[in-house]
């Protein structure tokens, strides 16, 4: 499957920004720490746009990368925390590894690890309830179909290209465009006119 620049770089963009928003305190967001924050960013967005590439030879499922972006950048961010905090921005915190406490960083890489040891198995008891009770797969022809279009009977992203589903290659262009309509009309309440 080719790799998508544009694609690529927005993943990028995106997981730059979750191990920011991790950080507790704001204390990367505040006076001289503009250049530590842009470390704490830009490796974050590349360890987590690393670990959405990695699932793909692990073969995990994760459709929404909830591991390799919230999972990753969570853990960087904590453990940069454990770098970069600073009482001076925090009075009310700790001075992180680069500003003379080496402790910080141990209690982040703890609260890590103690996220990780009740996140898993709490995550697998749910999944296995949620499986119990409705499922959480749908089936082979669903997924081709589109979910959009077998689960909630919506075209998504009808970019002036074929709508998806029981019309895929048959309909005209005028077809597609009334059926792309009456699902606009049906979603907005069925039955505007």
């Known amino acids: 499957m080719p790799i998508d620049k544009g694609d690529t770089a927005w993943v990028l963009v995106c997981t730059a920004l979750v191990p920011l928003m991790t950080a507790p305190g704001l204390a990367l967001f505040y006076g001289g720490m503009v250049r530590q924050k842009n470390v704490v960013g830009g490796v974050g967005g590349a360890l987590c746009f690393s670990a959405c590439a990695f699932k793909a030879r692990l073969g995990y499922d994760d459709s929404l990368d909830v591991v390799g972006v919230h999972g990753v950048g969570g853990m960087w961010g904590a453990l940069g925390t454990g770098l970069f905090a600073w009482k001076a921005i925090n009075g009310g915190g700790a001075d992180g590894l680069f500003h003379g406490n080496p402790g910080q960083l141990w209690t982040q890489f703890l609260a890590v690890l103690?996220?990780?040891?009740?996140?898993?198995?709490?995550?697998?008891?749910?999944?296995?309830?949620?499986?119990?009770?409705?499922?959480?797969?749908?089936?082979?022809?669903?997924?081709?179909?589109?979910?959009?279009?077998?689960?909630?009977?919506?075209?998504?992203y009808v970019l002036g290209g074929p709508v998806l589903g029981e019309h895929v290659g048959s309909a005209s262009r005028n077809d597609r465009v009334a059926h792309s309509e009456g699902a606009l009309v049906s979603a907005l309440g069925k039955g505007l006119k």
Request: aromatic share 4%.
């Open 114 to 156: 103690a996220t990780m040891a009740l996140a898993a198995p709490m995550t697998w008891l749910i999944l296995k309830f949620v499986d119990a009770v409705v499922g959480i797969r749908v089936s082979d022809e669903d997924e081709l179909s589109g979910l959009d279009l077998s689960q909630h009977s919506e075209s998504a």
